[in-house]
């Protein structure tokens, strides 16, 4: 694939990841469900606990996903010949880091039984 199909692909997904993040964002989980919103098992203990992980982990997500169309622009000038699988995999290391931010924001505001610190 040439770095212009490479570029418009990798530029696509991060633009999908990022509406997929705003839709997330502007409606979140109302309820604990298994379906739908940060989902793990210190988020669910209480309401109140699933409110502010979800309000975290997208409002994280969202940035990280803005931050990452600079990604393929540079990889598009520095390293095009594998643009759109550098940007996948750093692209998912930093969506996984989102986790580990909405964690350790859990870990420093609520015990390990669900109250508030």
């Known amino acids: 694939m040439a770095a212009n199909e490479q570029l418009i692909v990798a530029l696509g997904y991060c633009a999908l990841l990022f509406i997929l993040a705003l839709i997330f ?16 098992n210190r988020s669910m203990k209480n309401e109140t606990i699933w409110k502010a992980a979800n309000t975290y982990s997208m409002n994280h997500m969202v940035k990280v996903c803005g931050l990452s169309f600079l990604l393929p622009a540079l990889l598009y000038f520095l390293y095009d010949p594998y643009l759109l699988l550098i940007t996948i995999i750093v692209h998912t290391l930093l969506i996984l880091s989102v986790f580990l931010y909405t964690e350790l924001y859990l870990d420093k505001h609520f015990n390990s039984d669900g109250s508030s610190k």
Do not use: D, E, L, V
């Open 25 to 40: 964002q502007k409606f979140p989980a109302k309820k604990i469900n298994w379906i739908y919103g940060y989902r793990t």
